[in-house]
């Protein structure tokens, strides 16, 4: 079974960087052949998708957020990391780690994605 658990900080100051985790088990990051997603809900709006590493390191990200967003995947932990540069009150958000058999770069659908972590919140505020 694959579970994938999301980790970080509820709170961030504006300007500040979003450092958030997903730790995976029940399968290889580099092996497993997933993809590995970020995406987040801001309160009371849909599902945003924010980017993805494949399994073999490769990234991609959301246009919207591009110019401001870090995927990474630590092997040796199992993990897959997200950063946030330069935080405003408008990332305020759920913020969830998915896993998806196929590269779908701007999916939102749940069912699309076979694997999710319960999500963390991350409010963005002074």
């Known amino acids: 079974q694959v579970q994938l658990q999301e980790s970080g900080p509820g709170l961030v100051k504006p300007s500040q960087t979003l450092s958030l985790t997903c730790t995976v088990s029940?399968?290889?990051?580099?092996?497993?052949?997933?993809?590995w997603n970020w995406i987040r809900q801001p309160p009371g709006k849909g599902l945003e998708w924010m980017g993805v590493?494949?399994?073999?390191?490769?990234?991609y990200y959301s246009p919207h957020l591009k110019s401001r967003t870090y995927i990474a995947r630590d092997t040796s932990k199992n993990q897959v990391t997200l950063q946030l540069l330069s935080v405003t009150p408008e990332d305020t958000a759920v913020y969830y780690c998915?896993?998806?058999?196929?590269?779908?770069?701007?999916?939102?659908?749940?069912?699309?994605?076979?694997?999710w972590g319960q999500g963390t919140q991350v409010t963005v505020s002074s």
């Open positions: 998915a896993a998806s058999m196929t590269l779908m770069l701007g999916a939102t659908a749940e069912n699309l994605y076979v694997y």
């Open positions: 029940g399968a290889s990051i580099p092996t497993g052949y997933y993809y």
């Open positions: 590493i494949s399994y073999s390191g490769s990234t």
